[in-house]
C-alpha cells in the first residue's frame, strides 16, 4: 500500500488495522517493523504497526473475553484500535529528520536505471539475504540484550511491591504498573491469565487494561531496537505516548469500573 510511504491517516490505519490481525509478539514485530521502516513506511505507520500487533489480536480478544470479561474486553479492543492511531498520527507529525529514511526513493531509482528490474524470485531471495544477514544482525544484538536486561530487572523487583501497586486503583499505581510492564517482555496472549488472577485476587480493573497495552506495546527490547536503529527521538515519543495513553484509559476504567 503506497500511503504507508507519506503522512496520510489511510497509511496509519492500514497497519493499524494489520497489526491487530496478526497474533505475533512484540519480538516478532520488531524486525517486521523495522524492516517496514527500510522498505519506505513512515515513521507513523511504523510504530503504528509496532504498537498494534503485539498489544491486540484475534486471540488474545477471545482469551480476555473468558477470562477478564466483555466490560474490560470491550475497552481493550477500542483501546487496541485508538491508540495506535493516535501514535502514528502523532509521529507523523513530530516526527522529525526520522519521519522516513533519507534517500530511499532516489537510491531505488538509481538501481532500476543500472539493473534490469529483477524477477519475483529474484526479489524473494534477495528479500531473504537481507532478512537473514544485515536486518537479523543489527535487530538481534539489541533485541537479545534488552530481553536478557528485561529478565534480570523483573527477577530482581519483589513481587510483594508490585502486589502493592496492583491493588490500589490510585495514578500512582498504574504508572507503577506502566514502568513493570515496560521494564517485562511479555506477549499479548500469555500475560493475560496473570493479570485475570491479579484481578480475581483485587487488583483494580484499571491495572489490567494498562498493563494489557503497556506490557505488551513496551519493553527495553523493542524500545532499544527502535531507539538504534530509527532514532532516540522516535523512541521516546513512542514510550511517551503508550505510558500516558495507557495510565489515561487504565485510570478512565477505574472510574467506569
Known amino acids: 500500500n503506497r500511503s504507508i510511504g507519506t503522512t496520510k491517516i489511510s497509511g496509519v490505519f492500514w ?20 524492516s517496514l521502516y527500510y522498505s519506505g513506511a513512515y515513521l507513523g505507520p511504523t510504530l503504528a504497526f509496532m504498537t498494534s500487533t503485539p498489544m491486540i489480536n484475534p486471540i488474545a480478544i477471545f482469551l480476555a473475553w473468558g477470562l477478564l470479561g466483555k466490560e474490560i474486553t470491550i475497552i481493550y479492543v477500542i483501546t487496541g484500535y485508538v491508540a495506535p ?28 536505471l543500472v539493473f534490469e528490474t529483477p524477477t519475483h524470485i529474484e526479489k524473494l531471495k ?29 527477577s530482581i523487583i519483589p513481587q510483594s511491591a508490585i502486589q502493592t501497586y496492583l491493588g490500589n486503583p490510585g495514578f500512582v499505581s498504574l504508572f507503577g504498573i506502566t514502568i513493570v510492564a515496560a521494564l517485562m517482555y511479555v506477549c499479548a496472549v500469555g500475560h493475560i491469565p496473570l493479570i485475570a488472577a491479579l484481578v480475581a485476587s483485587g487488583a483494580a480493573p484499571g491495572v489490567a487494561i494498562t498493563f ?46
Not at 497489526?19 to 505475533?24: K, R, S, V
Not at 492511531?85 to 530511499?104: P, S, T, Y
Open 85 to 112: 492511531m493516535i501514535i502514528g498520527i502523532v509521529a507523523n507529525k513530530f516526527g522529525g529528520d526520522e519521519l522516513h529514511v533519507k534517500g530511499l526513493e532516489e537510491e531505488i531509482e538509481k538501481r532500476a
Open 126 to 154: 534477495s528479500g531473504l539475504k537481507w532478512s537473514f544477514t544485515e536486518l537479523a544482525v543489527t535487530i538481534s544484538k539489541y533485541s537479545v540484550s534488552g530481553i536478557l536486561v528485561a529478565g534480570l530487572i523483573f
Open 15 to 34: 497497519t493499524t488495522i494489520s497489526g491487530m490481525f496478526l497474533p505475533i509478539c512484540s519480538c516478532g514485530s520488531i524486525p517486521l517493523g523495522i
Open 212 to 257: 494489557l497495552m503497556a506490557g505488551a506495546a513496551t519493553n527495553i527490547a523493542e524500545l532499544l531496537t527502535i531507539s538504534k536503529t530509527i532514532g532516540k527521538r522516535a523512541m521516546i515519543m513512542y514510550f511517551a505516548m503508550v505510558t500516558v495513553i495507557s495510565n489515561i484509559v487504565g485510570y478512565a476504567t477505574n472510574l467506569l469500573l
